[in-house]
């Protein structure tokens, strides 16, 4: 009961999150409980974060390890309700799959990167437990 009454503080937090689908999180919460949405959204965090140094890496390494960042998050993106950000993540990885230059995408990998950034926060502030459950 406490898990749930957690999630749903949570949730409420981040209706708030442009893109944001709370019916694909209740479909999730359905499927497996409030312990479990939890457990994966903390998880999905630490992901993202470690995600970031990827960015840095420059010419066909950084597209390669963007583009594997991207593929991972996208569908744990839009199972947790983030519609928006896991399209865009389906978007930048069949992009970089795709291409032969990688200096093409360094405006589409910056933009990506700042918004992996500013999702970190978002689950950041909306769920500062969420060690507690990793």
Do not use: C
Not at 47 to 74: I, R, Y
Not at 91 to 120: C, F, M, R
């Amino acid at each position: 009961m406490e898990n749930e009454l957690k999630l749903k503080d949570v949730i409420h937090r981040l209706q708030t999150t442009p893109g944001f689908d709370v019916y694909a999180i209740n479909h999730l919460i359905e499927d497996t409980g409030a312990n479990t949405v939890l457990r994966i959204l903390a998880r999905f965090s630490v992901s993202l974060e470690e995600s970031l140094p990827g960015f840095d890496k420059g010419g066909t390494e950084s597209q390669t390890s963007v583009w594997k960042s991207a593929h991972k998050l996208a569908g744990s993106a839009e199972m947790l309700g983030f519609k928006d950000f896991g399209q865009k993540s389906k978007h930048l990885s069949s992009v970089l799959k795709n291409s032969d230059n990688p200096n093409t995408h360094v405006g589409e990998i910056s933009a990506y990167k700042n918004e992996v950034t500013d999702l970190i926060g978002t689950i950041s502030k909306s769920f500062p437990e969420r060690q507690n459950f990793l």
